[in-house]
């Protein structure tokens, strides 16, 4: 059954550091891993989408690699702001495409100003 | 753009009743879920549909119905509610199973 990991379950930074989230999973015959930010109180909000073909994405100022070899997704914020603060969550989907998203637990983000 | 619109966002319940919750979305979306997020526990998967007329059940869905008629609507029913089943629960679309899921704002249901 795959597990999804992430850790740390909290980081807090100062504003401008570059910083990187780390997500790993247990099956590494994934069929795609998404990004999720979720602030308090709401939706999950969707940051980037890999597909196991793929190697990283990029979009503004982050970047998801992903190395199925390992099994481990990282999620990159270059020139961290305040407002990047949030709960970041990694979902992957199995090997069959069946759209069954497996969550990890998420790491909580503080950007201090 | 309305998006993924779930009704109502807060709710509660005494032990035995039932109640459905609501899920609709524009952009014609083949692919609906239903996930329950639980402090410890994560975001879990409860229902999916991959179109209309066709569900099948996620990691967790004891205790819970649902049914798709149409392309937009994806409802979540409660037929005997329980206090295990207080949760916020959050219904998500996507154009295909591969595909961007797109997350409703949440549905907080607390059950006495």
């Known amino acids: 059954k795959q597990e999804v990991t992430q850790i740390p379950a909290a980081l807090s930074v100062p504003e401008g550091e570059n910083l990187v989230l780390n997500c790993s999973f247990t099956?590494?015959?994934?069929?795609?891993l998404q990004w999720f930010r979720q602030d308090p109180g709401k939706g999950l909000t969707s940051l980037l989408l890999?597909?196991?073909?793929?190697r990283e994405q990029t979009s503004g100022r982050l970047n998801a690699s992903l190395d199925k070899s390992s099994g481990r997704s990282t999620l990159y914020i270059a020139a961290s702001q305040p407002g990047d603060s949030a709960t970041y969550l990694c979902?992957?989907?199995?090997?069959?495409?069946?759209?069954?998203?497996?969550f990890g637990q998420g790491t909580t983000l503080q950007v201090k100003p | 753009n309305a998006g993924v619109t779930q009704t109502p966002k807060f709710q509660v319940l005494k032990t035995g009743q039932s109640m459905t919750l609501q899920c609709a979305q524009d952009?014609?979306?083949?692919?609906m879920s239903w996930y329950r997020q639980d402090p410890g526990m994560g975001l879990r998967l409860i229902h999916y549909?991959?179109?209309?007329?066709?569900?099948d059940q996620g990691e967790v869905p004891n205790g819970y119905n649902v049914s798709r008629s149409t392309t937009e609507d994806f409802p979540l029913r409660l037929l005997s509610a329980a206090p295990s089943q207080t949760s916020v629960y959050f219904c998500?679309?996507?154009?295909?199973?591969?595909?961007?899921?797109?997350f409703g704002e949440g549905s907080r249901l607390t059950v006495l």
């Open positions: 890999i597909q196991s073909s793929q």
């Open positions: 998500a679309s996507s154009y295909s199973r591969a595909g961007e899921l797109f």
């Open positions: 979902a992957s989907q199995g090997r069959v495409n069946t759209g069954k998203l497996i």
């Open positions: 952009m014609n979306h083949e692919y």
């Open positions: 099956d590494s015959a994934i069929y795609n």
């Open positions: 549909s991959v179109g209309a007329g066709i569900t």
